[in-house]
Every structure is written in structure tokens, then in C-alpha cells.
T-cell receptor
């Protein structure tokens, strides 16, 4: 089965500082990786995703994540954060096939990382 | 506007009183799913549906029912709610169950069972 570990439950940083939110996954099959963001009192929005190709993927608001197959990681980074980036961030994996062979389309989430940006 | 809607957004009820949380999407998506979000546990899948009349259990299905009679709707039913079902619930949909399809989430329903 697939699993996702987000190593930090809380990450406080000051505005304009760089940040890295860590995500590791375990899977016996190839997976597809996503970062979702949840702003206060809102639903989840897709931030970026890795399906194939370049291992570095970027979002429109300055975040990037790098897929590292050997380290089974998909860490999220931003060189300079803003107060508006304060939110909870979820890493998720979706496998094309279960080991049993059936495609279920399920999405597995990590426990989330609360990013708080202070002025 | 393409969206997933949920109703109600907030609900306080008592143990044992049946309730339904509705979910509707206007994107003609085949795949729909329900998650619950609890502090420190992230999101866990309750039930999902690959298409009309096709539903299956996720990781935490106990105490819940679903139905998928129409493509756009996927209600979550709690026949006899209990306090351990107090949670934040999200409905999501995607074009299909394929791994590369993005899942779109509703705004959430905060349920409190007393």
C-alpha cells in the first residue's frame, strides 16, 4: 500500500524567509504526487503535481517541488514566503494501479503541515 | 463556474438522528469521493464512486453510507451519528479515477454530533 509522511506538523517562519515543507512517501509501485493547500475555512486546492517528465514542478505562486525517486521524497519549497502563504499544506500520492491490479483512483494524504508566516 | 458544492456547511446534531450531507458537481466528473479531516490525521477516505451506481469503501467507511444514482450527486448518509463522527467532511470529484486527474474539493461540512 501507499503511505505519505509529512515530517513537520508545524512550520513557523518570518515573512520573506525561505521555507521547505518535507514529504516522503512509500510505495511498491510508481506513484503520482500532489501538493494541496488549505487556506483557513476553505476546501483544498491543488498547488502542484508531478506525473512524469521534469522532476522539478512549479506552481503559479512561487512554490516548487522536486520529485526524488531515490529518496522517495517530494519536498515543497519557496524561496521567499508571504503572510498570505499561511495555510495548511497536504502532500498526497495516487497510484495508477494497486498491487492487486485494480485501478481504484484513490488519493492518500499526509497528515498536513501548518505553515505560519509571521511579519 | 465549475465547482463542487456541499450542504450544509455547518451542522450540529444529536446522537442517533439520521442526517444526509449532499454533494454535487457540475463538471460531468465520473469519480467522486468523501473524506473526513481530523486534527493530526490528515484526510482519510470514507467512500468513493467510480461512476453511477458504482461505489466502494475507502479507509474509514464504518457508520456511513453513500449512493450514486446520478452522475452529479454523491450524498453521504449517517444513519445513526455518534460523537466520534464529529469531523470536517470534504467531497471531491475528478474526471475519472485515473491517477493523473486532479481532484476538485468542495468547501467542507463541519459536523458536530452531541
Amino acid at each position: 500500500a501507499q503511505s505519505v509522511t509529512q515530517l513537520d506538523s508545524q512550520v513557523p517562519v518570518f515573512e520573506e524567509a525561505p521555507v521547505e515543507l518535507r514529504c516522503n512517501y512509500s510505495s511498491s509501485v510508481s506513484v503520482y504526487l500532489f501538493w494541496y493547500v488549505q487556506y483557513p475555512n476553505q476546501g483544498l486546492q491543488l498547488l502542484l503535481k508531478y506525473l512524469s517528465g521534469s522532476t522539478l514542478v512549479e506552481s503559479i505562486n512561487g512554490f516548487e517541488a522536486e520529485f526524488n525517486k531515490s529518496q522517495t521524497s517530494f519536498h515543497l519549497r519557496k524561496p521567499s514566503v508571504h503572510i498570505s502563504d499561511t495555510a495548511e499544506y497536504f502532500c498526497a500520492v495516487r497510484a495508477p494501479l494497486w498491487p492487486g491490479g485494480s485501478t481504484l483512483g484513490r488519493l492518500y494524504f499526509g497528515r498536513g503541515t501548518q505553515l505560519t508566516v509571521w511579519p | 463556474e465549475a465547482q463542487v458544492t456541499q450542504n450544509p456547511r455547518y451542522l450540529i446534531t444529536v446522537t442517533g438522528k439520521k442526517l444526509t450531507v449532499t454533494c454535487s458537481q457540475n463538471m460531468n466528473h465520473e469519480y467522486m469521493s468523501w473524506y473526513r479531516q481530523d486534527p493530526g490525521l490528515g484526510l482519510r477516505q470514507i467512500y468513493y464512486s467510480m461512476n453511477v451506481e458504482v461505489t466502494d469503501k475507502g479507509d474509514v467507511p464504518e457508520g456511513y453510507k453513500v449512493s450514486r444514482k446520478e452522475k452529479r450527486n454523491f450524498p453521504l448518509i449517517l444513519e445513526s451519528p455518534s460523537p466520534n463522527q464529529t469531523s470536517l467532511y470534504f467531497c471531491a470529484s475528478s474526471l475519472s479515477g485515473n491517477h493523473y486527474n486532479e481532484q476538485f474539493f468542495g468547501p467542507g461540512t463541519r459536523l458536530t454530533v452531541l
